[in-house]
């Protein structure tokens, strides 16, 4: 994973320098927590990749689940539950589901409780899956409380048949939902109990549920490893995720309240949707915050291009692309319709890489803001290293703006009105 | 389709009446527009749902190229040649492809030059239609120069069998493309010549595509004819688009720089990012601008609800929401696993209500500006009703900004640079 911000993020060795000294004390407090290896702290989640005991319990219900004829895997959950295994899914799979219909296992998820979804996703369930073995059913809920998730594991339990012995829980140990599910039989799997939804990707949340897919989670673990000796290093300006969180909090304090993860692969749309979810929840609160946005190429030049280049300079960038895509395909020497002939045998690499460059020079030329990130591929030991890297960089950024990067005080508000509603 | 703001839009009746005599002229000038039916004003998209020489053109292809045998429709295009399209799709069939992998005909969206996603999709089309009459490709560019559009056409059409004699191309009357494609006997649609992409989708941009895939396009266009009634009204007061248009200028110089559509249904995301593209390339210059964001309910409660409850007050919010969902379901009695009893019984509209009547209390407490849009269900006559209101709002939200609403300046600047590099 190359990153580069020099001479295009706006911020000087200097302003990084005079940073630097106020983030010695959280990288030593980070190292202990590393020491320690155990989930006492907030920030315990960074050992995660080394518990060998988490991937033991995951293989091991993996084993009583999976066989060959496995062809659907349904993650119920929400927020922090989902978004980790679905950024990795979608990456690998799911972008391309819709053309690689004879490929399984694929996986569903269900997350709101929109009906004509939940009841197409049940009947689908009902009439395609003719032997138990074909599914298995993962709900995860760290609280073991959440709406969303208890409503459709409710409606699938009640409406699918073989459901109750293909479902295996994920939740808090001796959560309520724990509890209920093991007088009923259910296997469950435990997230350590300091670990926030949003910082549980490399737990059993996102582990057991990857595992069942075959995704190498031994690969993505060791990408989270070796991102994390990276941004464990106590010299700020050695250290990626200090230097990016620098940068953030420094366009920030410019004025720059909008972060936009500008990826140059579709199939990473996810991704930015589960760093969405870790910036907005961990540093958006007391009235600060800067607003995380996830923008592809080149598909939203054709969208947000225009704004982006001519409107107000409110954005900070990051470009994210691949330096050695697996595969790659070239327009024909003499295509059918002969209209470009820039084009013509190029790679669609080489034209996505031309795009990216000519973004870059406009951005500039128009003096906006970028970091870049180069993944090697999209694999899960990129995929790893991008998570563990951006977990650590939002916990310095919350250092940075004095906020408590692992909690979520206000969304308790409108949940209080929810329940109001409910009871009413 | 509902429209409400009053008492939770942050602007008080004083200040709508302040800004309706400016806007006076410009609903005048729409309705001359209209009176003219024709295209030769900028404001020329607000005809075409009147048209029915675009109909009957694109009813006749229909014919030429559908048949019960259509399996897969593949749209290729990119921003304002395919986001239309998508939002209607995908509302209606796409976000459900996963659960109902036996409805055809089904619709592939190729926009950029992904390597893995084109490779993907040449190689399916290469071994799964055996029949020509299988699959329809429909490739838009309104210029006939789009490098991605172009580049994805060469390949698909030189790989994939049959592809020429199944290819419908929309572009341009007489641009490069349509002479090429006409040479070779390529079936061609034409775009009125004054109506941008991002305008587009009651031409045959969105007609065609729509059509083969079995959308009623006549329910589609009335409703778009029933929103251009209201939002032609000369008093801005009693005119929804000129209303919201005022609702998003006054909060933009209060600071709201974001402009959030918050949908409750899932399904209605690429909804979400066509406004997005309507939005940003419309009124995203000159150093001006809102920035327009896409929230899912109650997916993104669990994602971005912290920021926006408990960061900076930077946003305006639209909640989208249904009336009448034809679908809906309710919790068991007696579930399996016995967690919140407030949920038991309730259906899931039930449930989702519940946290958006929770949303609204919330944001009310916390001062968060908001409009709701309230469409009586999930059918093409409501998204027609809702695009043509967002396309009149946006053009009148480019009049109050002092914008020209329907060029997009600054994307050619990226372009010269990647064309650089391309030649190079």
Chains 1, 2 share one sequence.
């Not at 005079?18 to 983030?23: F, S, Y």
């Not at 315990?44 to 995951?58: G, H, M, Q, R």
């Not at 972060?259 to 749309?269: G, I, M, W």
């Amino acid at each position: 994973m190359l990153f580069r911000f020099e001479e295009t993020a706006h911020v000087t060795k200097e302003e990084l320098s005079a940073q630097a000294p106020n983030l010695e004390p959280y990288l030593e407090r980070l190292n202990r927590v590393a020491e320690a290896d155990n989930y006492m702290y907030e920030e315990s989640s960074i050992n995660l990749p080394f518990d060998a005991e988490i991937v033991e319990k995951v293989l091991k219900l993996r084993e009583k689940y999976v066989s060959p004829k496995l062809r659907y895997i349904l993650d119920i959950g929400i927020g922090g539950s989902n978004l980790g295994t679905k950024a990795i899914y979608d990456s690998m799979y799911g972008y391309f589901d819709l053309v690689e219909p004879d490929r399984f296992p694929k996986m569903i998820f269900a997350d709101t409780n929109d009906p004509a979804f939940i009841y197409k996703l049940y009947e689908f369930l009902r009439t395609h899956i003719t032997d138990p073995r074909e599914m298995v059913i993962n709900a995860i809920s760290k609280s073991g409380r959440t709406t969303e998730t208890i409503v459709n594991l409710d409606i699938i339990t009640s409406n699918v048949p073989f459901a109750k012995d293909r479902l295996v829980i994920t939740t808090d140990f001796n959560s309520d939902l724990w509890k209920t599910a093991r007088s009923l039989d259910i296997d469950c799997l435990p997230i350590p109990g300091k670990v926030g939804g949003r910082y549980s990707v490399f737990s059993s949340v996102g582990l057991f549920p990857l595992a069942c897919q075959g995704v190498d989670i031994s690969e993505l673990l060791k990408g989270a490893m070796e991102a994390r000796r990276e941004c464990l290093n106590k010299n700020p300006l050695k250290n990626p995720a200090a230097v990016s969180a620098i940068i953030i909090f420094a366009n920030y304090i410019k004025g720059k309240l909008i972060n936009d993860q500008f990826f140059f692969h579709p199939e990473l749309e996810s991704l930015g949707k589960w760093y969405r979810q870790l910036m907005a929840e961990s540093i958006g609160k007391d009235g600060k915050g800067v607003t995380p946005t996830v923008s592809i190429g080149s598909t939203d030049l054709h969208s947000m291009g225009q704004l982006y280049l001519g409107g107000i300079k409110d954005k900070l960038f990051t470009f994210v692309s691949t330096k050695n895509p697996k595969i790659d395909i070239s327009v024909p020497q003499e295509p059918l319709l002969e209209i470009l002939s820039e084009v013509e045998e190029k790679t669609t690499s080489e034209v996505m890489n031309a795009i990216l460059g000519g973004v870059k020079a406009a951005f500039l030329k128009h003096d906006l803001p970028f970091m870049e990130i180069m993944l090697d591929n999209i694999s899960p030991l990129s995929l790893g290293q991008f998570m563990q890297f951006k977990m650590v960089e939002i916990m310095i950024l919350g250092k940075l703006l004095g906020v408590n990067a692992f909690d979520q005080p206000s969304v308790e508000s409108y949940k209080q009105e929810t329940r109001k509603i409910l009871r009413s």
